[in-house]
C-alpha cells in the first residue's frame, strides 16, 4: 500500500501477483476477474452494489458511490492498476483514483465516450465516418435541426445511454415534443436515420507501447435494441473487413486508448462504414473470444493495462454467441440439461435476480461456418425455454 498523496508507480509491466482495481462490478467485471485470476493477479472491485458478478470472483468488493471521491481514492492506494467495465463511471471518479494509480484507458477517454455529443464531435472532428448529427438543447434547436439532418431521425440523449435506452425515433416533425418528452434528459443529439444491410463491431486493444491487435469483424443482430447474436467473422467482403480494422486501429491511436475499446458500425446499403457508437471496454460483441480465441478480450484488456505483451486473437473456429435475457426465467429455471445438449459453452453472470432484458449470460457455439455457429446457438437457447412455458 503506498503512502497517501504518493504519486503513481514508474510505468513499467504490472506483473502477476499484483492487483488490478476494477471501477464497475456487472458481468464485464466479472470475466475481466476470472482472466486475472487465471493469470494470478487479485481483484478489488467498486461499486454501490454487494455480492455482484464481479465481487463474487474479487478478492475485495468495496461497496461505495462512484461519486465517493475519497472512497475511490482509498481504492486506488490498495491497487497497482485501475480500469473500469462500463462507462458510467463519472470522470472525476477517474481523475480521483488517477493519483494514486495509473488508470487504463485514461479517464479522458472515458470523459470522451460517455458522452454522444462529445463522442461525435470528437469522431467527426478527427475525420472518421459518423452519421450526420445536431446537437439539441431546446425544443427550438430540435425544430431547427430536423430540415437539416431530415426524416426519419433519432433523438438520443447526450450522455449515459446503452442498450437503445434514451433513444426515440422520429418520423414526423409534429412529433419533436413528445420526442424530447420521452428520450429523457436535458440534453441531446439527433441523428440521421441511417438504411444499413448490417450492423458490424470491431474489438480491439492497444498495449501500452502503441501495439494493436483486434478480433476481426464481427456481425450483431439486435431485439428490442438489445444485442441478440453475434457472428464472427461477420460475411462482408475482405476489402469491408480492411476498411473495418483501419477505422478501428485509427480511432483507438487518436484516443491514445491503453486496453480494449469496440466501435459499433452501421454498414450501408451502399457499402459504406459509419460508426454508430464506441465502447472503451470489453464488449458483448466479442464475448466470443472467451473459447474461440487463444486470448479473450478480456485476457486482452489485462495485458493492456499490465503494460504486458498484447495476445494472440485469430480464431480456432466461425462462433456465434447468444446472449441469454432474463425473459427465459419467466416460466421458472430455465432448462440448462436440454441447452448443454448442444455443443455449446455456458457462461453465466452470478445475477441473483432475473428481469425482462436483464443481461443474465450466454451460450457460444463454434463450428466450421459461422452461419453452423449461429444455427447452434439459437437451437440451445431456444431448448431452454420448457414447453410448458408459453414462452
Known amino acids: 500500500m503506498r503512502d497517501p498523496g504518493e504519486a503513481p508507480p514508474a510505468s513499467g509491466p504490472i506483473l502477476p501477483g499484483s492487483t488490478i482495481g476494477v471501477l464497475g462490478s456487472g458481468q ?3 470475466m475481466l476477474a476470472i482472466a486475472a485470476r487465471q493469470m494470478g493477479y487479485r481483484v478489488h472491485t467498486l461499486s454501490p452494489e454487494r455480492d455482484t458478478p464481479t465481487g463474487q470472483i474479487a478478492d475485495v468488493e468495496v461497496v461505495a458511490a462512484y461519486d465517493d471521491l475519497d472512497a475511490v481514492q482509498d481504492f486506488a492506494r490498495n491497487v497497482d ?8 463511471v463519472s470522470a472525476e471518479a477517474t481523475m480521483a483514483a488517477a493519483r494514486f494509480a495509473p488508470v487504463r484507458p485514461d479517464g479522458s477517454v472515458l ?18 465516418p459518423v452519421t450526420p448529427f445536431a446537437h439539441v438543447r431546446s425544443p427550438e434547436d430540435l425544430r431547427a435541426a430536423l430540415p437539416q439532418i431530415g426524416l426519419p431521425a433519432v433523438l438520443k440523449t447526450a450522455g449515459f445511454g446503452y442498450d437503445g435506452k434514451g433513444q426515440v425515433k422520429i418520423t ?30 470491431v474489438v480491439a486493444a492497444r498495449g501500452a507501447d502503441g501495439a494493436f491487435a483486434h478480433f476481426g469483424v464481427v456481425e450483431n443482430a439486435h431485439a428490442n435494441h438489445i444485442l441478440d447474436v453475434t457472428v464472427a467473422p461477420a460475411d462482408v467482403p475482405p476489402n469491408i473487413r480492411a476498411e473495418a480494422v483501419g477505422i478501428a486501429r485509427g480511432v483507438l491511436e487518436a484516443l491514445d486508448v491503453v486496453g480494449v475499446l469496440c466501435v459499433e458500425f452501421f454498414l450501408t446499403e451502399r457499402g459504406a462504414l459509419l460508426i454508430n457508437e464506441l465502447a472503451p471496454r470489453p464488449h458483448n460483441s466479442g464475448h466470443f473470444s ?12 489485462l495485458r493492456a493495462v ?37 455443443p455449446v459453452h455456458l457462461h453465466l453472470y452470478g445475477k441473483s435476480e432475473a428481469r425482462p432484458g436483464r443481461k443474465m449470460g450466454h451460450l457460444t457455439a463454434l463450428a466450421e461456418t459461422g452461419a453452423e455457429a449461429a444455427r447452434i446457438v439459437r437451437l440451445a437457447r431456444a431448448a431452454l425455454v420448457r414447453p410448458d412455458d408459453g414462452m
Open 172 to 201: 414526423r416533425a409534429d412529433d419533436a415534443d413528445g420526442a424530447l418528452a420521452n428520450a429523457g434528459g436535458n440534453e441531446w443529439v439527433l441523428e440521421a436515420w441511417v438504411p444499413f444491410e448490417r450492423e458490424l463491431s
Open 111 to 128: 470523459h470522451t465516450t460517455q458522452n454522444r455529443l462529445r463522442e461525435k464531435t470528437f469522431l467527426r472532428g478527427a475525420g472518421f
Open 290 to 301: 472467451i473459447d474461440a480465441c487463444p486470448a479473450s478480450q478480456f485476457e486482452q484488456q
Open 28 to 30: 464485464l467485471g466479472r
Open 306 to 342: 499490465c503494460g504486458l505483451p498484447l495476445g494472440e486473437t485469430e480464431q480456432h473456429l466461425p462462433a456465434a454467441m447468444a446472449n441469454l435475457l432474463g425473459d427465459l426465467w419467466a416460466g421458472g429455471e430455465p432448462d440448462w440439461a436440454a441447452a448443454l445438449a448442444f
Open 81 to 88: 492498476v485501475v480500469t473500469f467495465e462500463f462507462e458510467n
